[in-house]
């Protein structure tokens, strides 16, 4: 079992791929993200790791601001 490289290098030089990655670093540079991890949780863009207490926390605090 393991990785089919030749799959993998096939679907890295594709063209879809190639579009979702741009797409996505336009995406990142538009919001100033400079490395991973990155979370965005409703407005809140969070530049590192955090525990999974403080994920809650923020989900928790977007939802209720949303339903305001």
């Known amino acids: 079992t393991g990785a089919d490289m030749s799959k993998l290098a096939t679907d890295r030089d594709s063209a879809a791929v190639i579009a979702t990655l741009e797409a ?6 538009a919001l100033d993200i400079r490395g991973t991890p990155a979370l965005l949780i409703g407005d809140t863009l ?3 790791a955090i525990s999974k207490a403080e994920i809650i926390t923020l ?3 977007a939802r209720n601001a949303k339903t305001k």
Do not use: K, L
């Open 24 to 29: 996505v670093q336009t995406a990142a540079q």
């Open 46 to 48: 969070i530049p590192g």
């Open 59 to 61: 989900i928790n605090q």
